[in-house]
């Protein structure tokens, strides 16, 4: 793919800055190209100086700073490809973010775009797509990818908050190299306790000066992985890669709607996941038959996609489940905002997610996750993913080349929907006691980012919002997402008829 780079126009980095602090950025065959841009609807009005003006302070505490630096591109090093430019101070000239404010006169619901954005029920339901939301967020001048960061004098953070007269729409944008998920809510929260008045409760930030997560990549043989050997290299890539190639051009129409799947619906599964394990636990005398609500409803996600797409029973079903490794080989009580999630894959044939009970599933995926969310486990997987990027450019694909592939990322530990960012509330909005959620605390959190999902049918579990429902992403081929609200459509009405 390099040799695509010397056909594009020569770009010029801007001219260094002699003040700026220069630290040397490691491990980028873990970081992702391209932006995050995440979205928060507030029922309240919120003060954008307040919020300016904490977010400035946060930048001033330590290691905070680093989060306004300037990524650039060295030409010395092949090993060290790329810095960040901290100014010593920020300032009109070269601001530690972007943050820009509108007011729209008049409600939300007068909106032409925002009065769409999706709102909580008690049914399954299909919300319609946050893409509806790009034209208010990106600018032509925006950076969108690692290349604009690096010949641009731009932050790497971007705000944009737009205030009717009785709502909030918070639009943050964040390049992937800097964070991921779990170090945004990270950075959020420290945001928060600066606004909160509570600057004692900002944890010490680790970034690229003390990168943990890298150096474990050296501390356990890649070979220990227990995946390191169901790589698919060579002429099987090839295969499946052609798979894919076939399959976006035959199903080229693919919708990415946000889900609201009701608390009633999960509870009542999850009793029975766990009822029914329980009885086999007993039966079999074992002490498996714990499952979280995630377990189930990645389990529940799993066999819906494979009973409306059909695969052959054959077929291997390859499962990834995105996770964050903080709490299990960080130390804790410091803010580790770099990306640092593996994967932990549940493989099986496809004829017992067809045979087998949604709990049989849901216990699958925890056990696949208990057994690879060591410290062991994860730096292996740490190591091979090294040696697959400096080899091929590329993290390793684990599986077969016939397999079924399904990827979802689950976001539920940020607990979004329970961010308290009340001191900026301007105005309140509606009467209090008749709102679920608290003041200046989220009611909607949708990601605007434009979904690339390399296999239909998996995406992002946002978590749980105050009233107890799960919001997720989906991508689905169009005639997938027909099917699927059928079944929706079933079980509001098996519900409404029994309640």
Same mark, same amino acid.
């Given at each position: 793919?390099?040799?695509?780079?010397?056909?594009?126009?020569?770009?010029?980095?801007?001219?260094?800055?002699?003040? &700026?602090?220069?630290?040397?950025? %490691?491990?980028?065959?873990?970081?992702? &190209?391209?932006?995050?841009?995440?979205?928060?609807?507030?029922?309240?009005?919120?003060?954008?100086?307040?919020?300016?003006?904490?977010?400035?302070?946060?930048?001033?505490?330590?290691?905070?700073?680093?989060?306004?630096?300037?990524?650039?591109?060295? /030409?010395?090093?092949?090993?060290?490809?790329?810095?960040?430019h901290i100014p010593a101070q920020y300032d009109s000239?070269?601001?530690?973010?972007?943050?820009?404010?509108?007011?729209?006169?008049?409600?939300?619901?007068?909106?032409?775009?925002?009065?769409?954005?999706?709102?909580?029920? /008690? /049914?399954?339901?299909?919300?319609?797509?946050?893409?509806?939301?790009?034209?208010?967020?990106?600018?032509?001048?925006?950076?969108?990818?690692?290349?604009?960061?690096?010949?641009?004098?731009?932050?790497?953070?971007?705000?944009?908050?737009? /205030?009717?007269?009785?709502?909030?729409?918070?639009?943050?944008?964040?390049?992937?190299?800097?964070? +991921?998920?779990?170090?945004?809510?990270?950075?959020?929260?420290?945001?928060?306790?600066?606004?909160?008045?509570?600057? +004692?409760?900002?944890?010490?930030?680790?970034?690229?000066?003390?990168?943990?997560?890298?150096?474990?990549?050296?501390?356990?043989?890649?070979?220990?992985?227990?995946?390191?050997?169901?790589?698919?290299?060579?002429?099987?890539?090839?295969?499946?890669?052609?798979?894919?190639?076939?399959?976006?051009?035959? #199903?080229?129409?693919?919708? #990415?709607?946000?889900?609201?799947?009701p608390g009633w619906f999960l509870n009542r599964l999850?009793?029975?996941?766990?009822?029914?394990?329980?009885?086999?636990?007993?039966?079999?005398? @074992? +002490?498996?038959?714990?499952?979280?609500?995630?377990?189930?409803?990645?389990?529940?996600?799993?066999?819906?996609?494979?009973?409306?797409?059909?695969?052959?029973?054959?077929?291997?079903?390859?499962?990834?489940?995105?996770?964050?490794?903080?709490?299990?080989?960080?130390?804790?009580?410091?803010?580790?905002?770099?990306?640092?999630?593996?994967?932990?894959?549940?493989?099986?044939?496809?004829?017992?997610?067809?045979?087998?009970?949604?709990?049989?599933?849901?216990?699958?995926?925890?056990?696949?996750?208990?057994?690879?969310?060591? @410290?062991?486990?994860?730096?292996?997987?740490?190591?091979?993913?090294?040696?697959?990027?400096?080899?091929?450019?590329?993290?390793?694909?684990?599986?077969?080349?016939?397999?079924?592939?399904n990827m979802w990322s689950n976001w539920s530990r940020?607990?979004?929907?329970?961010?308290?960012?009340?001191?900026?509330?301007?105005?309140?909005?509606?009467?209090?006691?008749?709102?679920?959620?608290?003041?200046?605390?989220?009611?909607?959190?949708?990601?605007?980012?434009?979904?690339?999902?390399?296999?239909?049918?998996?995406?992002?579990?946002?978590?749980? +919002?105050?009233?107890? @429902?799960?919001?997720?992403?989906?991508?689905?081929?169009?005639?997938?997402?027909?099917?699927?609200?059928?079944?929706? %459509?079933?079980? @509001?009405?098996?519900?409404?008829?029994?309640?």
């Amino acid at each position: 793919m390099r040799l695509f780079n010397y056909l594009r126009p020569r770009r010029e980095q801007p001219t260094a800055v002699l003040t &700026d602090e220069v630290i040397p950025i %490691n491990g980028l065959f873990r970081y992702m &190209d391209g932006t995050m841009e995440l979205a928060f609807k507030f029922d309240d009005v919120l003060e954008p100086d307040k919020l300016r003006q904490s977010l400035e302070r946060l930048l001033q505490i330590g290691n905070w700073r680093h989060l306004g630096g300037r990524l650039r591109r060295r /030409n010395d090093s092949e090993s060290q490809e790329f810095e960040l430019h901290i100014p010593a101070q920020y300032d009109s000239a070269r601001p530690g973010f972007i943050f820009r404010t509108s007011e729209w006169d008049g409600s939300i619901t007068d909106h032409p775009v925002c009065s769409q954005l999706p709102r909580g029920t /008690n /049914n399954l339901t299909f919300l319609g797509s946050s893409q509806i939301l790009g034209p208010l967020i990106h600018r032509a001048e925006d950076p969108r990818g690692i290349d604009d960061l690096i010949y641009t004098d731009s932050p790497s953070l971007f705000f944009d908050q737009i /205030n009717f007269s009785d709502a909030t729409l918070m639009l943050v944008t964040f390049p992937h190299y800097l964070m +991921d998920v779990m170090g945004y809510v990270t950075f959020l929260n420290a945001w928060i306790s600066v606004l909160h008045g509570r600057e +004692d409760e900002v944890p010490e930030c680790r970034t690229f000066i003390d990168d943990c997560v890298t150096r474990l990549a050296s501390k356990t043989h890649a070979e220990k992985y227990m995946f390191y050997y169901s790589a698919v290299q060579g002429l099987n890539k090839i295969f499946y890669i052609f798979r894919i190639i076939w399959d976006k051009i035959w #199903y080229p129409e693919v919708e #990415y709607p946000t889900v609201c799947i009701p608390g009633w619906f999960l509870n009542r599964l999850r009793k029975e996941a766990l009822t029914e394990l329980a009885l086999k636990s007993s039966q079999e005398n @074992n +002490d498996t038959h714990f499952v979280s609500e995630s377990d189930v409803l990645l389990a529940w996600l799993t066999k819906t996609l494979v009973a409306v797409a059909k695969p052959s029973e054959r077929k291997p079903l390859v499962l990834m489940n995105v996770f964050d490794v903080r709490s299990t080989v960080l130390p804790p009580k410091i803010a580790y905002i770099l990306n640092a999630v593996t994967f932990a894959y549940t493989i099986l044939p496809v004829s017992q997610v067809y045979t087998q009970p949604l709990s049989f599933l849901a216990a699958q995926i925890r056990q696949s996750l208990e057994k690879q969310r060591n @410290n062991e486990q994860i730096e292996a997987q740490l190591a091979m993913s090294k040696i697959f990027h400096e080899k091929t450019g590329s993290p390793p694909m684990i599986g077969t080349r016939d397999m079924f592939m399904n990827m979802w990322s689950n976001w539920s530990r940020a607990n979004f929907f329970h961010l308290d960012f009340s001191p900026a509330v301007r105005n309140v909005s509606g009467a209090r006691d008749k709102r679920v959620n608290g003041l200046g605390v989220p009611s909607c959190f949708l990601n605007t980012t434009p979904m690339n999902i390399f296999w239909h049918g998996g995406g992002l579990i946002f978590g749980k +919002d105050c009233s107890g @429902n799960w919001w997720l992403q989906w991508s689905l081929r169009k005639g997938a997402k027909a099917k699927i609200e059928e079944l929706f %459509n079933s079980i @509001n009405q098996e519900h409404c008829s029994s309640s």
